[in-house]
Each structure stands twice: as structure tokens, then as C-alpha cells.
């Protein structure tokens, strides 16, 4: 293989909340209505180191059933081939597989003259909790081709190839999570039938401090989305979720942003949780029911140091988010969880005109 350098390379991919819009994205697909949703990074991420190699390997930390990481590794090595890294994203046994089907569309690349050696080597990002673990890998990979061999990609490119590579492992996930490619910048993402995704940088007028919380529960997104997918074109209820009301929240989200007004953010959470209760989750009874999300949003000791929150990404026990009134508010909030529900974790995050303009980290 012609390689020019075998120069490591630092990466770091973080991942990525939801605050409004959930499933919008897929249901847009369906062309009757856009989806439009609003993200942005979290703090948490995954890091890496990557070479260019003459096979593609990929190791990572492991979680536990909780989602966090165990202390133990897990190692992915196979043949630099199309239909090998083909086998490997098909494949329902392989750990890797997302690794192998973004692996197998960088191979499509011009400029793409050999494999990869990717090492994974710090992860405070939880794991399967709604907050685009697996697109942060996705994008990890992708990001990693692209710097190992110079291809300039455009960020909207790298996006595309990394939710070609996790759809053709079979996987249901819309087209939202690999926003995590613009890090701590909120994006506004429109989608609609047949189009490109619509990505529009938003840049608060003043700091949001906010919180989300590993609830330490069980979800299965995949069923979820499942779920609701069949249930869509016989759902009015659904599509009305999905389409005008997720439309007017996220367009007075975006306002509220806007101005740094948290207050107005806060209330449309909590809107936006009880839309979402009563016209998506009967779809999904099993998973949505959520009893977790619905006993940290309504714990009284937190009302006074909060404006809202609601469930994040495909919503379920795996991870509420609150917006909260002040810094020391949060710290408070952060601290009354953690006596009352010492199993659950909370992660930091503040949405500030700093970070807004900062350039993305592609």
C-alpha cells in the first residue's frame, strides 16, 4: 500500500443531545411533513488515536450493561477489502459492525488509499442512552479516514458517509445524530423527503446552563424505532407529533436560543415532554412508558433550581436533560440527584455565545 506518512492522529468526537425535534428526522422521510430538530454537543466524547494501516482495526473500551465503560477492551482486525468490511457491517454478531459499514463506504473514497488503525482510548460518554454514541463512533471513523489521508470532506460529507455506513448494518437511525460533528455549536436541522439535510448554525444571545442525567435504566432504541416506524402512516396522532408540533415548539425553541432566554427553553421542555407522552409513547408502550424519566422530571427537590426537561434521542429510561436557572442551581440540582438516585450519573453542559462561535471541530 502506498502510504505516505504513518503519523498518529489525535481525534476526538463528542456526542450529541437532542433538545427538541426526536424522530422528526426519520418521519420526515416519509414525505408528509419536515422534520426539524434542534442539537448540540455535549461536553463528553469519545478519543482516539489513528494511523493508516494495511488492514482495518479497530479497538475500543467496552460498557457494561449499564451503558459505562467496563475497564476492558474489545479488538476488530480484518482484511483491507470491500467485500470483507461488506461481511463484517452485515454481520449481527459483529461488535463492530457500524465501524465496518462506515469503513466500507470510506473505501468508495478517492483518496482512500488503504486501511485504518484506530484506537480508542478515552470514553466518558455513556453508552446507549440517547445522547448518539453510536453516531459518534460513526463520525470517529469517518473523521478518522479523512485526516489519516488528507480528503478535506466537507462536515455535511463526513455526515453522509457515517449514516450510510451505521444504515447499512440494518439500522434504523435517522438522520440527527451525526450532528455531532459540529461540536459545542447548536444546530438547527431542517429534513424533508428527497432533499439534503438543511444545517443552520444558531448562536445564543447569552449562557444556558443545562444538565442531562444517565438514568441508569434500560431502553432499546432499535425497538422503539421499530415501533413507531410501523406505527406512523396508520397514526394521525403520530404524524401530528411528529410534524406540526414538533414544528411550532422547535421554531419557538429556536427564538428562545436565540435571545439566551432559558426560562422560555425550560417551559418548552416540558411541552414538548407532555406532546411526546401523549402522542408518541402509547406507540412504544413497553419502552416509552419511561418510568425513570418520569420520576427524575417530577422529583419535587429539583423544581426550584430548574426550568424544565425532558427526555432525550429516542427518549425511554435511557437519559433525561434539565435546563436549569443558574450555574449554582445546576450544581444544586446536580447534587440533590445524586443523594436521592445514587445509580444515575449527570453531565454538565453549558450553551454559551463562546462556544457558538467557535468553528466546529471537523
Known sequence: MDRTSDKAYELFVPGRICLFGEHSDWAAEFGLHKGHCLVVGTDQGLSAVARAAD???????IPDPLGRTSGRNRQMSCRWDAKTLLAAAKDEDEFFRYCAGVAYEMSTRPGVRGGLDLRITAMDL????GVSSSAAVCILVAKAFDT?????????ELMDLAYLGERL???QCGRMDQACIYGKTPVLLTFAKGEDIRVEPIFPGGAISMFFVDLAGQKDTVKILNDLRWAYLQSPDLQRALGESNAQIVRQAYHALA????EALGRLMIASQKTFDELVAPHSPEQLASPLLHQVLSLPELAPHIYGGKGVGSQGD????????????RDTAMAILRRAMPQMQC????ISPAAANGAAHA
Open 259 to 262: 435571545v439566551g432566554d432559558a
Open 55 to 61: 488492514s482495518f482495526t479497530v479497538e475500543t473500551l
Open 347 to 350: 453531565f454538565p453542559l453549558t
Open 126 to 129: 455513556p453508552l446507549k442512552k
Open 169 to 171: 448494518t440494518g439500522s
Open 148 to 156: 489519516v489521508y488528507g480528503l478535506g470532506l466537507f462536515p455535511h
Open 318 to 329: 435511557g437519559t433525561a436533560q434539565m435546563v436549569a436557572r443558574s450555574p449554582s442551581d
